[in-house]
């Protein structure tokens, strides 16, 4: 019979606290080196797009790129379907270090892609081949990481552990930044965009590549008994035990995952084109939002174990549908870094509410055998819809004369995700993770 308790094959005591401990470092390290290859292709659209898109002009070809990136969205929910099940059926591990590889591979194959002056038009389709491996990657490693990191984190500060999740994926995120500032320090304008943009996809494959010697220290979450049974990772099976949270889930990824990228690879092209700083100051601005929003993580994790993830997550949708239209609003008009620097900052504590329960309580949602199916699905079918489009939805704002039509498009999916918020179980009076095996 499936097991409804996620964590039966190392709670309680099952493993060492130093085993423990090494199982979310190598776990978090392959969700690192994923979001990072992610995110370099956001932070050096730039100066790429215009070797792919060469007539158009600079909005035009921004928009190009990011129906790119949001294709690579679209690819996350058969991602997630394909890992989910694959991890419910033969292991956390296997699944995150396939997905991992198959990431890297993807940057690879960006690094080294011909221009449109080289090819023509089979550069941008190239271009969208490396996203569509890409964004099919990162539907699995979502789902995987989450599920397996509340597995492994222990009933004490699971949500400490598992905020671990997002210090990484933002931790990708800095990581991607930090490398184009570096390359803008030693590279001129013009070398970035002939081919420094380049070298952050190398960097990104090679990181992949250098997992594989961590996965030894990934320890495996599920039971033999659970991988085996024949509705395991079945999507039939998840539907008849978890329509309700499904689409909670759902739900909540859209407000959550559209305000995350708002406030986050948007903005870098935001302060560009509307607020007027240069692409080395937004940057630089976003370096250290990024550092200061990583850490911010495990403190909303541990704050999500004292009032439940439930709270975390109405504090994020409440505070999001009301501040985000006033924020946007005082950042088009701010005339210096020092104020445009606090406003983003307000932006990202309060996503941080979210974000740092956001694996969590979703694993806490679904039973084991279908677990991970059931993250990586909703997440993925939640971010394809609003997540990824969020950049040309706001774009297509701006070309039309209306921007500040995305603000208000923003908060009224967080609204949605307050209205589900309120429909969640408190985590510390129901939570499935510690539950026994039955």
Known sequence: MNSVAGISPVEPGGISDATRLRAILAGSAGNLIEWYDFYIYAFTALYFSPAFFPKSDQLVQLMATSAIFAVGFLLRPIGGWFFGRYADRHGRQSAMVLSVMMMGGGALLIAVLPTFAQVGILAPILLLIGRMVQGFSTGGQYGTAATYLSEIAGRRRRGFWSSFQYVTLVGGQLCATLVIVLLQQVLTEAEM??????????????????????????????????RAGEKAGSLAELFRVATRPFLIVVALTAGGSLSFYAFTTYMQKYLVLTVGLSKETATSLMLGEL??????????????????????????????????????????????????????????????????VSGLFKAEMFPTHVRALGVGLAYGVGNALFGGTAENVAFAFKSAGHESGFYWYVSVLCAVSLIAALMLKDSRKDNVLDRLAV
């Open 193 to 226: 965009a002939a081919w420094g943009w380049r070298v952050g996809f190398v960097i990104g494959a090679v990181g992949a590549l250098a997992i594989v010697l961590f996965r030894h220290h990934m320890h495996e979450t599920s039971s033999a008994e659970d």
């Open 291 to 356: 550092a200061l929003f990583m850490v911010l993580q495990p403190v909303m994790g541990l704050l999500s174990d004292r009032i439940g993830r439930r709270n975390n997550i109405i504090l994020f949708a409440a505070l999001a549908t009301v501040c985000t239209v006033p924020i946007f609003t005082a950042l088009a008009g701010a005339k210096a870094i020092g104020p445009a620097f606090l406003l983003v900052l307000a932006g990202l504590v309060i996503n941080s509410f979210y974000t740092s």
